[in-house]
């Protein structure tokens, strides 16, 4: 594929959030149209709080074709929206805009993206399966409900503030069963999941030597996934490695969130393969 020129045709794209210069979208976004041989450019914009309705109004009058949305902007920016799709309504948060002739419909793709990645890199058949998700925040939200919707029986919800995990169980007890606990009542539930997800922030760069939960208790027949994908590989996932069990990094979860955004704004399969060399090598220059 030949190198992206922007001209009087390129078709615009972007992220909003605060802060943003860390993103990797871009980076990622910009090789996946140039793969596809598609005339677009996709840079990060920093919104500062006060400042998302107008952001979302130069969507429209600018006439970009899309834009992701991240922290702080995933709840505020559902007031702009003037659609919601269902899933992106049940988890409370919107990550996508597809500006249909300026009409702005909001999607979630972070949840399915999770799931897509898991499947495709562990081989897991979610139906019947007893899981549990540590932590209760904004991530756990589209985690939980993609799981559920997957067929998981049972989903245990552990958080450091315990009243989170309460709540968010409660709020997916439509969906399927599920349970919220205290980091401190783990321990019974251990041993009866076949998946642990961890959907805190611990183990994140620069805190890479913290670990959501003692791994000596995790039997060898579990799949052991995280979230966190800076560093690519987390504390929790390579001591879970080193008991046996088979592990599941936040870099897939990333590519695929990015992925369905692609394929909701282009109609085109996304180039998979090249959106992770280029976040990869991102991490390594
Ligand atoms: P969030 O809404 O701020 O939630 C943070 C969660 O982490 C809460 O449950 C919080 O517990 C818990 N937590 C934070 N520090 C903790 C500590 N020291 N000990 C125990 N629990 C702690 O954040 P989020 O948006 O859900 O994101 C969570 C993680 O997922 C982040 O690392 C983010 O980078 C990652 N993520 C990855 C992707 C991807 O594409 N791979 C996508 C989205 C998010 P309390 O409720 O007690 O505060």
Not at 95 to 105: A, F, S
Not at 134 to 152: I, K, S
Not at 155 to 179: C, G, H, P, V, W
Not at 230 to 258: A, D
Request: proline share 3%; aromatic share 8%; net charge negative.
């Amino acid at each position: 594929m030949g190198k992206q020129k922007i001209d009087s045709n390129t078709i615009l794209y972007g992220v909003f959030g605060d802060p943003i210069r860390h993103s990797k979208s871009p980076i990622m976004l910009n090789r996946a149209f140039e793969e596809a041989g598609i005339n677009a450019a996709y840079a990060a914009f920093h919104i500062k709080p006060g400042q998302l309705r107008s952001a979302i109004d130069g969507i429209r009058a600018m006439q970009f074709r899309g834009v992701n949305v991240t922290i702080p902007h995933k709840l505020e920016v559902m007031d702009y929206m003037d659609e919601i799709d269902e899933g992106a309504r049940v988890i409370g948060a919107v990550n996508t805009i597809v500006n249909e002739d300026g009409r702005l419909v909001g999607h979630n793709t972070d949840g399915i993206g999770y799931v897509r990645s898991l499947k495709e890199e562990t081989g897991i058949d979610l139906r019947g399966k007893h899981v549990l998700m540590l932590g209760a925040g904004g991530a756990a939200r589209g985690v939980g409900y993609a799981l559920a919707m997957e067929g998981a029986a049972h989903i245990y919800i552990a958080n450091r503030t315990r009243d989170k995990a309460i709540e968010l169980a409660q709020s997916m007890s439509s969906f399927t069963m599920a349970t919220g606990l205290g980091l401190d009542e783990i321990v019974d539930i251990v041993g009866k999941v076949g998946l642990i997800v961890n959907n805190t922030s611990v183990g994140m760069h620069p805190n890479v030597n913290e670990v959501p939960m003692d791994t000596s208790l995790i039997l060898n027949t579990t799949i052991v996934s995280d979230l966190v994908y800076n560093p690519m590989v987390t504390k929790f996932l390579r001591e879970s490695e080193s008991r046996g069990v088979t592990i599941h990094s936040g870099l897939g979860m990333f590519i695929y969130q990015g992925a369905y955004a692609f394929e909701y704004w282009t109609g085109v399969s996304a180039p998979v393969v090249a959106m992770r060399q280029a976040v990869i090598d991102s991490f390594n220059t």
